[in-house]
């Protein structure tokens, strides 16, 4: 498992834009230097002063509550790292790691290649790095048409036409992506159990009987709600109502 804490190096270039950014900066380095010393409490009460969405921020959130031993929100602020920058591996290791230490490890579903590949790529840089490139796709594709039309080149258009082939195809494939990881990474709503169980009811209700227990860390995708009940799915399939309160 992985506890590295990130530099304030991530934070510096907004402090080169804006004198306003010193100091987040500057408690930035100090809840390093207090996470470091092993003076977790203090070094989470600078990191939360933070008033910034950074995924280095979250990250050293997350581990310093992992050294507090309070696995819920650990896994709360690892989750929010891995939002703002899906494919880091020290992220996903220390979830890995809670879920190992965690007090029911359910069992998730075992998925086939064509599965791993699909996840490998929409796992890979960011929602805003491939929304970019299907943009400039686009308006290379577009500039390409322009030209053609106002040129009428006498030559090479069957060249050009296929060009624009790959040009299209490959805007196609990059938006797709971008659509993909917006769904994947934005949309969906997830929560993580802070408290140390809560009951999955058969129906929304405080009478039925219990399926199974969520314990602490455990991540579970949120559906229709009802009263004073959601609908919450494991990353396993198995699935109940859950008391909000």
Known sequence: MKRRIIPAVALL??????????GPVEDFKKGNALFAAEKYAEALE??????IQNPDLEYNIGATYLKLDILGLATLHFKRAQRLRPDDE????????IMARKTDREASTEHGMAYRAMEWVLTRGSVAGVTHVALGLYLATCAMATL?????PRRGKREIAFAMAL????????????????????????????????????DPSSHA????ILHEATVVSLGRVEGNYVFATLASGHSGWVDRG
């Open 148 to 152: 053609l039309i106002l040129l009428r």
């Open 167 to 202: 040009l299209v195809g490959a805007t196609v494939i990059f938006a797709a992506l971008a659509l993909a990881r917006i769904s994947r990474f934005e949309d969906r709503s997830q929560a993580v159990v802070m408290v140390a169980e809560a009951p999955v009811r058969q």
């Open 13 to 22: 270039f907004l402090a080169m834009n804006s004198g306003a950014w010193a």
């Open 90 to 97: 020290d992220t996903q290791a220390n979830l890995r790691f």
């Open 209 to 212: 009987d219990p399926v199974f």
């Open 46 to 51: 600078l990191y939360k002063s933070i008033s």
